[in-house]
């Protein structure tokens, strides 16, 4: 069953924005606080914003003031709203639950590349 797909990725200059979505299972959006991870080339997956179903949402210092994640219950979707974006934000970017994601649950993923 597939739990978490996400979409909106793409290229972007240094300082643009892009919007992403997951789309979770019902059965998991509405049990769990949801996550953004992202993996950039050659680095660890990282935890970078989390929103629980009361929408209480933390952030990573390195995205803090840039990224803003909201969640829409009724379509048991999150998004991460990504402005002000820099070469370091490039990488993978995936939703899973949070703090501690279900390790065999990953989705696909979507490629953001920030470069000029």
């Known amino acids: 069953q597939v739990q978490f797909v996400e979409s909106g990725g793409g290229l972007v200059q240094p300082g643009g924005s892009l919007r992403l979505s997951c789309a979770v299972a019902?059965?998991?959006?509405?049990?769990?606080?949801m996550g953004w991870y992202r993996q950039a080339p050659g680095k660890q997956r990282e935890l970078v914003a989390t929103?629980?179903?009361?929408?209480?949402?933390m952030y990573a210092d390195s995205v803090k003031g840039r990224f803003t994640s909201s969640r829409d219950n009724a379509k048991n979707t999150v998004y991460l709203q990504m402005n002000s974006l820099k070469p370091e934000d490039t990488g993978v970017y995936y939703c899973?639950?949070?703090?501690?994601?279900?390790?065999?649950?990953w989705g696909q993923g979507t490629t953001v590349t920030v470069s000029s």
């Open positions: 899973n639950i949070a703090p501690v994601p279900a390790p065999d649950s």
């Open positions: 019902e059965s998991i959006f509405n049990l769990y606080t």
């Open positions: 929103n629980t179903r009361s929408g209480r949402i």
